[in-house]
């Protein structure tokens, strides 16, 4: 199974900007983020196409949020700018052989890293 790990989380202020790490030690055809504030279901944030590069994002942080691959180091980025209090959650990377926006289609998940935006 394939590992992910994830780094890059921290607590910024409304307007700031993060960039969050995902590394694996294998491949995945297709690798997401999701995140789940408090109190609240995890939810879809982006994806992208390891093969294409073709990405999809969540209404919420469309325009705000890239995410991003180095394929050297089979690395996905997710850079978030402009970031809102709303923000506040715990972000995961996934990984899958789907191109899909469902959490069920994900078989390999990291720890997680917590983002806090402050108002």
């Known amino acids: 199974q394939v590992q992910l790990v994830e780094s890059g989380g921290g607590s910024v202020q409304a307007g700031d900007s993060l960039r969050l790490s995902c590394a694996a030690s294998?491949?995945?055809?297709?690798r997401g983020w999701f995140r789940q504030a408090p109190g609240k279901e995890r939810e879809f944030v982006a994806l992208?196409?390891?093969?294409?590069?073709?990405?999809h994002y969540a209404e919420s942080v469309e325009g705000r949020f890239t995410i991003s691959k180095d394929n050297a180091k089979n690395t996905v980025f997710l850079q978030m700018n402009r970031l809102k209090s709303e923000d506040t959650a715990v972000y995961y990377c996934?990984?899958?052989?789907?191109?899909?926006?469902?959490?069920?289609?994900?078989?390999?998940w990291g720890q997680g890293t917590q983002v806090t935006v402050s108002a």
């Open positions: 992208i196409d390891w093969s294409t590069g073709t990405t």
């Open positions: 996934a990984g899958s052989s789907r191109y899909s926006l469902l959490q069920t289609m994900y078989t390999s």
């Open positions: 294998g491949g995945t055809y297709f």
